[in-house]
């Protein structure tokens, strides 16, 4: 077996672990906690009070069953007698010691409430009337029974609307039934005002208890937590459960900390505290990384290891809906380009602000459980080369378009139909032909939600300037969004009673013909192709009339295509901006099918008999070349790295699950797997092949979920199989998946169109009534074809529809009914294979985005929502402890305390951290073993001289790999930045002294050259003084004239001999002494001739009495206005004196100008 190495501190040293000197075995503790025990899996809290190595509670498949079966045989009762069990109000107060049971009465507060609360922390449409129990664990569960019991309200309100109804269809006659009816809701209806005026009176003692058990500190209090908070959630105090680990992301909350680590896993809390809406701060020039430090460590870190590396980086966001993620993405990408990419005056972060704020309205609507809930996954992918950006990529996974023409009830439709009906002028209401039209009289839009999202003029006219930042006209969208909102209203009734023609409450023959001037077609085109279908029968073509629901279906796929089409083409011309290819477009007036040229302007729809263009002109969207997911990760040929957000869905449930939910889901779980394989499996895997050692880390494995999906015989699979038939049908398909799925345990079978999975986040019941309409997703080919250039007058649609037109039925290609509502993801303007369902293509996408992140280096942000009521600054503890399971944070906090995360080759390890060891024995891998073994000594060794904790620092040495701990990374990285500076240091003394010594010896020979050249001048002077004085006989000194003087007027007398020297060594005559120069009136510097003044800057600080304020300071300015009679000084001016200033302690200033002549 290898050597094993896990060194700890000396209080934890056990001889029974040592294998190696001072080592512990990573899975020495295991056996003290095993599996989870039951409190622990109910209630979250942790069995034992200390913190475990590696902690054991894997669920393997038959204990989960039984858990499943449990939890079944309590809950049948609930549900059959509509009361809680006793067992299970028992069990919540024995798991929440802490939390007060608070029981209240609808007339008294001394009896008790119905408790309305699930698992999930939504309220349950199940038994309303006698629970008498509620649970109250702080403010927000109040706020959360208030609201949904303003729900129930209004749902009885409308249920007596409803009666009044039947009442009016009597003839104003009373039927005892409706009668009967109506009087039990409006009793209802009293007593839920009642409930709901006696909840607002009892949140003062909520408020009491919040304070009694610190939920409302003071503001010593917050002091003395601020002192507490830690930045790595592995450096807290005391043992690490999931109650330790709720109460500190409480206290990071209050003191306006969002964000904390698990060793390289980023947690980030949303707590609402900017409006999702809002992105004015996108586009602004403020920086925003002095508030997101944690983040900014990210893009540093990405960064620099794209730099070392070459390799791609990817940062991972994931979490719930509602928990925060878009918006963390947005900011990493402004803080991207703050820090890295340029500025954010750079064209490319303008880009990417304009399309972020041009596509939020598109991409995001309100759901059950978040106001602004982005309905589209992105991969935002900006491209390096040597160290430059060179092109920037988006790539969209987009969901099913169901949500624009079957709205549930309690969502909202897309923000942007609410911004447009805000935002139009009447002129533009007008000339969209939508006058007179409000979210009250559009069938696909719902007046609360208008309320509700308060769109304004200002955010309408945001998306307006993005758009054409972005080089996309804003008719051409809103026409289409306007004949969308039309559609909507289209009725259409049998045609024996009314000979099949459109009838709504503002005519829908009005609507039908105003749509149809959007799109520029003829009204009686656009009608027939909603009504009739074509067949071919013995190669001739067929008509027959459409029943009154296959017309209303072709509408909506008609409005779900040209939706999904013009959110296609507006991220195509955005890509094509990021790849900065926008300048470089020619031919821009031709456009065809295969045109690479795009236009600054497109023509206006117009009505089919004024205007047959050609429609290949004006066109306002690129078109790109055809190319898979997987090929476009490359952005450009050359590119020596990437760096990536991957910002996927959330995982939801609301109170109707479709496919749309079904696809959310699955894409959470497939992130979830990712997570687990690169965290927890890849360190499994890599320990028992290089150690010889099977380590249990804990972690809920969910791949028999996502087998349950996709597997050959999954649900996912069965459902497309259903879809491809062509007599497959709902009933079919949930016999199939029961008969296949009834014995797994992930599974649970329901109603006869009901089926339900068991997530890693909870447990969802899907309504598979509208599976197989929706993942077919197929439109007619007769809807299609009234878009032909010769049909339709609106450029910009004919092009969207143009390899549709070109693959169809009528040029030899595609079957009858065979084109698809969603175009693909990609930037290729192929035709989706019409042989693969919805479904098939969204696993494509998601299968290679993960592909592309696994071959990344990836950075988690897992996102938690503070509450679901979406307050600011309310943290729920039931909210937040659910999450926390499902993002298994506590067993990740386990694993980077207690396991081995990291694994470095033993030769990285070596190149990295040798500077620990002076020793480089050569050799093979025993040698390379036998040196890491040495670094991580002597690295103890410095871990003890230093004050820093060791409880934690495990490490263990394998054949090829050193695994490390959390700690023990940090703590050598740390010490290696350390010796790395020490080593700077030193290294810039050295090359110091270096290259002082080499100047030291070029000055010193060259000082001797010059005392030699001038001891001969001095020996050859002094040999022709005698020889002219023994030739002349006088041997006399005379006074030399212009002899200086002592301050008494005494001359001073020299030696002749010393100035008869000077004089011949500078070559001067003795008898006839030069007259001293005149002051020059300029100065010289290097061969440039600077006449006077001049402006000087102060090099030294120059004192004088004369100066009020006694000296003039380094740095300050003088004026040199003359020379000075002074030796050495120049006559300057400084804030109205003058003064005579030694120029050595000025220097000049010389200002460059470049005259160009003619």
């Known amino acids: 077996m290898a050597s094993l190495q896990a060194v700890k501190s000396r209080q934890q040293t056990n001889a029974q672990h040592t294998t190696v000197g001072n080592v512990n075995s990573p899975t020495s503790n295991a056996n003290h906690h095993g599996s989870r025990s039951k409190s622990y899996q109910e209630n979250g809290h942790h069995p034992h009070g200390d913190t475990t190595p590696i902690v054991n509670h894997r669920h393997d498949g038959n204990s989960r069953q039984k858990r499943i079966e449990n939890r079944r045989q309590q809950e049948s009762p609930d549900r059959e007698n509509n009361t809680p069990s006793n ?53 927000s569960d109040i706020v959360n029974l208030i609201h949904q019991l303003v729900i129930l309200r209004k749902k009885f309100a409308k249920l007596q609307d409803e009666c009044k109804e039947k009442l009016r269809l009597n003839g104003g006659a009373s039927s005892d039934e409706a009668t009967a009816s109506e009087t039990e809701c409006t009793t209802i209806f009293k007593e839920l005002n009642s409930i709901e005026e006696m909840i607002s009176s009892i949140k003062s003692l909520v408020v009491d208890y919040n304070a009694e058990y610190n939920w409302e500190t003071s503001v010593t209090d917050q002091n003395e937590q601020t002192k507490s908070l830690v930045d790595d959630l592995i450096h807290m105090p005391g043992p690490h459960t999931e109650d330790a680990v709720i109460k500190m992301l409480h206290m990071r909350l209050k003191a306006k900390e969002l964000h904390c680590r698990i060793g390289p896993v980023l947690i980030a809390l949303n707590g609402y505290w900017k409006n999702g809406r809002d992105l004015h701060w996108l586009t602004s020039d403020s920086p925003v990384s002095k508030d997101y430090p ?10 620099r290891r794209l730099q070392e590396t070459k390799r791609p980086q990817v940062i991972i966001l994931s979490g719930e809906s509602g928990s925060g993620k878009t918006f963390t993405s947005r900011l990493m990408t402004k803080m991207f380009f703050e820090h890295v990419g340029g500025g954010l005056s750079s064209e490319m972060y303008k880009n990417v602000a304009a399309a972020i704020t041009a596509l939020a309205p598109l991409t995001t609507a309100k759901v059950d459980t978040n106001l602004d809930s982005s309905r589209v996954g992105y991969f935002t992918e900006i491209a390096f080369s040597e160290g430059l950006i060179v092109s920037g990529k988006l790539t969209y996974v987009s969901l099913d378009q169901t949500r624009i023409t079957a709205t549930l009830k309690g969502e909202g439709n897309y923000h942007i139909f609410y911004h447009l009906l805000s935002g139009l002028s009447q002129e533009e209401k007008v000339k969209f032909y939508l006058q007179g039209y409000t979210t009250r009289n559009l069938a696909y839009l719902s007046s609360k939600d208008f309320e509700e999202l308060n769109p304004n003029k200002l955010a309408f006219n945001k998306w307006k300037a993005a758009l054409s930042l972005l080089g996309i006209k804003f008719t051409d969208v809103v026409h289409i969004l306007a004949a969308i909102l039309l559609l909507g209203n289209v009725q259409f009734s049998d045609p024996d009673e009314k000979d099949h023609k459109s009838s709504g409450s503002n005519g829908s023959s009005t609507e039908v013909k105003s749509a149809a001037r959007n799109l520029g077609v003829s009204g009686i085109s656009l009608f027939r192709c909603l009504t009739t279908r074509t067949k071919l029968i013995r190669g001739q073509p067929v008509r027959s009339l459409n029943t009154p629901e296959v017309s209303k279906a072709a509408c909506n796929a008609l409005a779900m295509t040209l939706y999904a089409r013009m959110l296609s083409a507006i991220i195509r011309r955005v890509n094509l901006l990021l790849r900065g290819h926008a300048t470089q477009t020619k031919n821009a007036s031709s456009l065809s099918s295969d045109s690479a040229g795009s236009s600054v302007s497109s023509t206006e729809p117009k009505d089919a008999s004024e205007s047959n263009k050609n429609p290949n002109e004006h066109s306002h969207f690129k078109r790109f070349p055809s190319t898979d997911l997987k090929k476009q990760s490359n952005l450009l040929k050359g590119c020596t790295g990437s760096l990536g957000i991957l910002d996927m869905y959330g995982f939801e449930i609301t109170n109707t699950n479709r496919l749309e ?54 649900i996912l699979s069965i459902l497309n199989q259903e879809c491809l038939n062509p007599r497959g049908d709902t009933e079919t398909f949930i016999n199939k998946i029961k008969a296949e799925h009834d014995d797994n345990c992930w599974f649970s079978k329901q109603s006869d169109s009901e089926f339900g999975i068991i997530h890693h986040h909870g447990d969802v019941l899907y309504d598979s009534s509208d599976l197989i309409t929706s993942n077919r997703d197929i439109i007619s080919d007769d809807v299609i074809s009234i878009f032909r250039s010769q049909n339709c007058s609106f450029d910009f649609l004919t092009h969207l529809f143009s390899q549709d037109l070109r693959s169809s039925r009528g040029n030899g290609g595609l079957p009858a009914n065979s084109h698809r509502i969603t175009s693909s993801s990609s930037d290729s303007n192929d035709t989706t294979d019409y042989r693969r369902t919805f479904l098939q293509d969204f696993q494509l996408q998601i299968d290679n985005l993960l592909k592309m992140a696994a071959e990344a280096d990836s950075y988690f942000i897992r996102c938690i929502r503070t509450n679901t009521n979406e307050v600011p600054n309310v943290f729920d503890r039931v909210t937040v402890a659910r999450q926390l399971r499902a993002l298994e944070v506590l067993e990740t906090l386990n694993l980077m305390t207690s396991g081995l995360p990291y694994q470095l080759p033993l030769l990285t390890f070596i190149s990295r951290y040798r500077c620990f060891c002076s ?15 040495a670094i ?34 940090q703590y050598l990285e740390y010490m290696r930045n350390i010796l790395r500076e020490q080593a700077t240091v030193i290294i810039q003394a050295l090359v110091r002294m270096y290259i002082c010594r080499k100047a030291y010896k070029k000055m010193k020979s060259s000082q001797e050259m010059r005392n030699k050249s001038r001891r001969s001048l001095l020996n050859n002077s002094k040999s022709k003084t005698r020889q002219s004085s023994l030739s002349d006989g006088d041997n006399t000194r005379h006074p030399v004239p212009n002899s200086p003087t002592t301050p008494n007027g005494n001359v001073v007398i020299c030696d002749e001999d010393v100035i008869q020297k000077t004089c011949e060594l500078y070559g001067f005559n003795a008898a006839t002494p030069p007259s001293i120069p005149q002051s020059r009136p300029y100065a010289v510097i290097g061969n440039s001739r600077i006449e006077f003044p001049q402006t000087r800057i102060m090099r030294q600080p120059f004192r004088h009495d004369d100066l009020p304020w006694k000296v003039i300071r380094v740095g300050e300015t003088v004026t040199a206005i003359a020379a000075s009679p002074k030796a050495g000084c120049f006559l300057g001016e400084y804030r109205g004196y003058r003064l005579h200033i030694p120029r050595r302690l000025t220097e000049i200033i010389i200002i460059c100008l470049s005259l160009v002549g003619d």
């Not at 939390?99 to 698992?119: A, C, F, V, W, Y």
């Not at 944690?294 to 960064?303: D, F, K, M, T, V």
């Not at 003890?944 to 050193?962: H, I, P, R, T, Y």
């Open 294 to 303: 944690y983040l900014l460590n990210i893009i540093y870190e990405a960064s």
């Open 87 to 139: 067992s299970n109000s028992t069990k919540r107060q024995k798991s929440s010691s802490h939390h007060e049971i608070i029981n209240l009465n609808r007339r008294s507060t001394k009896d008790s409430l119905p408790n309305h609360t699930t698992n999930h922390g939504r309220p349950s449409d199940s038994h309303h009337e006698n629970n008498d129990l509620i649970t109250v664990n702080n403010g």
């Open 661 to 714: 939910q079904l696809c959310i889901n699955f894409c959470s779980e497939t992130i979830q797997h990712f997570y687990n394989t690169h965290l927890f499996e890849s360190t499994a895997d890599a320990f028992r092949n290089d150690i010889g050692m099977e380590i249990d880390l804990g972690y809920v494995n969910n791949t028999p979920c996502i087998e349950l999906l996709i597997s050959p015989i999954g």
């Open 936 to 969: 991580l000594n002597i690295f103890l060794e410095r871990l003890d001289q230093s004050k820093l904790s060791s409880e934690n620092v495990n490490w263990a040495v394998g054949d090829n790999f050193v695994f490390l701990s959390e700690d023990a990374m």
């Open 919 to 933: 020793n480089n024995p050569d050799g093979g891998v025993e040698n390379s073993r036998h040196l890491c073994e």
